[in-house]
């Protein structure tokens, strides 16, 4: 009779019968004193069963159902797991909250920790609290932004605090775990990337989230500077009166063509070439801002800050701003850039 019962909840897939499943289990004897090992066993599933019910109250409490089965099929899937975690958390970011938001989210975290305490022991507890802060950090909300640093290592110089938690404690306690250092690295630039891309202009509040999850970071390592070179970037652009969306910036593969367009839409930009050079630096296509200041023999120039001269000589020429264009010319030759003799033909050609 006890394994028909887990049976016919299992069998159902349907989200919304955890009452009735409730009452099933109520129903079933608890006891094992004097049981023959065959019931050993099926009382072992009992407590499974209990185990996965208490699952399925978690997830419905912020609006994720599943049904049981679902749950114990995934629970020794440690990708699958996560996958729910994280669908749990940012669904929940999107809960409205009656009380205290801090509350709202400590008790959040000390769910996700129980829902892998009972059910996906697959799962590291270090990965609860990186799902979790990822979701305080891609909220959407700066005061939640701001809760996030409490579980994240701001800089190589502090040492991250203690071992994850990993049963329930005291909801309103301060988070006793941090992650490691490059974790939270990763997950403010995860984030940032995510409020960047959905940005539409650089004043975008989504630009503003960005920033602060970058600002969490004291230090900046290359992952971090990048981003903050992107967006300003964006300033430069739309100075330019260049209207592209912040995230067809990021994911225009040569970014020369962004310099290029600068050009063609913008006819004096070619005169700021201090400003597009720091344009093509911020771009990423070179790690020198400047070029070469004289044209001295024997003086190397980046590929990326080759190429944007050429653009500018060439943007220089088509407005017959030849000395400009000679200027620059003059440089390239000097700094044996073999790729600018076709604009120096054309100059020369011009003059």
């Known amino acids: 009779m006890m394994s028909l019962a887990l049976k016919c909840v299992y069998a159902c897939e349907r989200c919304d019968q955890l009452d009735a499943a409730d009452k099933i289990l109520e129903c079933l004897p608890m006891g094992t004193a004097g049981l023959s090992e065959e019931l050993l066993v099926v009382h072992k599933d009992i407590d499974k069963l209990e185990d996965h019910l208490s699952a399925m109250e978690i997830l419905n409490l912020y609006g994720t159902q599943k049904p049981i089965s679902h749950i114990r099929n995934i629970q ?18 999107r809960q409205p909250s009656s009380g205290s938001q801090e509350t709202f989210w400590r008790n959040l975290l000390q769910h996700l920790l ?27 909300q700066e005061a939640n932004i701001q809760l996030a640093s409490q579980l994240l290592t701001s800089s190589l110089q502090t040492p ?44 975008d509040e989504d630009m503003t989230l960005a920033r602060s999850c970058l600002a969490l970071i004291k230090e900046r390592p290359p992952a971090i500077q990048s981003e903050l070179n992107l967006f300003s970037s964006l300033e430069i652009i739309e100075g330019c009166g260049l209207d592209l969306l912040p995230l067809q910036v990021r994911l225009c593969e040569n970014k020369l063509d962004i310099i290029k367009r600068v050009l063609e839409e913008c006819p004096d930009a070619y005169k700021q070439s ?56 003059s440089q390239l030759m000097s ?16 003059s």
């Open 76 to 93: 020794d899937s440690p990708a699958e797991a996560k996958q729910l975690m994280v669908k749990l958390t940012r669904g929940a970011s």
């Open 160 to 203: 991250s605090r203690s071992e994850p938690q990993t049963s329930k404690a005291t909801p309103t306690s301060g988070f006793s775990y941090q992650l490691p250092y490059d974790k939270s690295v990763e997950l403010v630039v995860h984030a940032a990337r995510e409020y960047f891309n959905s940005a539409a202009n650089y004043r």
């Open 274 to 329: 201090k400003k597009l050079f720091r344009l093509a630096h911020l771009l990423g296509l070179d790690g020198v801002e400047t070029p070469v200041a004289m044209p001295t023999a024997g003086i190397t120039m980046a590929p990326g800050q080759g190429h944007t001269s050429i653009l500018i000589a060439n943007a220089a020429i088509e407005k017959g701003d030849l000395r400009f264009a000679h200027k620059l010319c």
């Open 114 to 140: 129980t829902l892998r305490g009972r059910v996906f022991t697959c799962v590291e507890p270090s990965t609860c609290y990186q799902v979790f802060t990822e979701s305080l950090l891609c909220s959407g």
């Open 335 to 350: 700094a044996q850039f073999s790729p600018a003799w076709e604009v120096h033909v054309r100059w020369t050609v011009q």
